[in-house]
């Protein structure tokens, strides 16, 4: 199994509160991706890092950002948690970006509840 | 708007039985994969397909990228309890990252 773990496991918190949620990697790969999983939706992609301190937007970054200062280190932050953003939260790596040689391992997820 | 469609959302079947997903697109593709989830973890990856009209069988498994780049499907022969699971489909545009579709899941009864 790919050396990616994500924490907390499970959170509940309340709207209006900051929530930071963090993935590390021992793997060493250059892409770190950051999902929300919900139901009839799949997995849509929040943010995805290609580098340290280099991110860019996914399809529904909207209230949330990111930070990678290290390597094995991604950061998915809600500055002011809404209900909205109940979700599972999936962290991913990969060493390449697309094509054939690109697969994405992912983390055990984190279950986010807000209130 | 979802990128990719899957059909159907939800699949129930008996054991034994033969079963095809789709997974289809107004856009072109660079490439294509499949993952399967299992309730409680991250998704893995089956399968990725490049090639238009290219076939790729794992075990009782079959996926088929179509000729236009559009879409897949994947196809499942003789089904067992332990596919059971979520399968997801997601597409790469040419020089971009995966995109992946709402998901099938499927329940396979003993």
């Known amino acids: 199994d790919a050396g990616i773990t994500q924490s907390p496991r499970h959170k509940v918190t309340e709207t209006g509160t900051p929530v930071t949620l963090r993935c590390h990697q021992t793997?060493?790969?250059?892409?770190m991706y950051w999902y929300r999983q919900d139901p009839g939706h799949g997995l849509r992609l929040i943010h995805y890092?290609?580098?340290?301190?280099?991110?860019d937007k996914g399809e529904v970054s909207d209230g949330y950002s990111v930070s990678r200062s290290k390597t094995e280190d991604f950061l998915l932050t809600l500055e002011s948690a809404t209900s909205s953003q109940t979700s599972v939260y999936f962290c991913?790596?990969?060493?390449?970006?697309?094509?054939?040689?690109?697969?994405?391992?992912f983390g055990p997820g984190t279950r986010l509840t807000v209130l | 708007t979802q990128l990719l469609e899957q059909s159907p959302q939800f699949l129930s079947i008996q054991e034994g039985e033969n079963l095809t997903v789709y997974c289809n697109s107004s856009s072109v593709f660079s490439s294509l994969q499949w993952y399967r989830q299992e309730p409680g973890e991250g998704p893995v990856l089956l399968v990725t397909?490049?090639?238009?009209?290219e076939v790729k069988k794992l075990k009782r498994l079959t996926f088929q990228f179509g000729d236009a780049r559009k879409d897949s499907s994947l196809h499942i022969t003789a089904a067992q309890p332990g596919d059971t699971g979520l399968y997801l489909c997601a597409g790469a545009e040419y020089g971009d990252k995966f995109y992946f579709g709402s998901g099938t899941k499927l329940n396979v009864k003993p």
């Open positions: 890092s290609y580098g340290v301190k280099d991110t």
């Open positions: 991913a790596i990969s060493g390449v970006l697309a094509g054939v040689d690109n697969e994405q391992f």
């Open positions: 397909v490049v090639t238009g009209g």
């Open positions: 793997e060493n790969h250059r892409y």
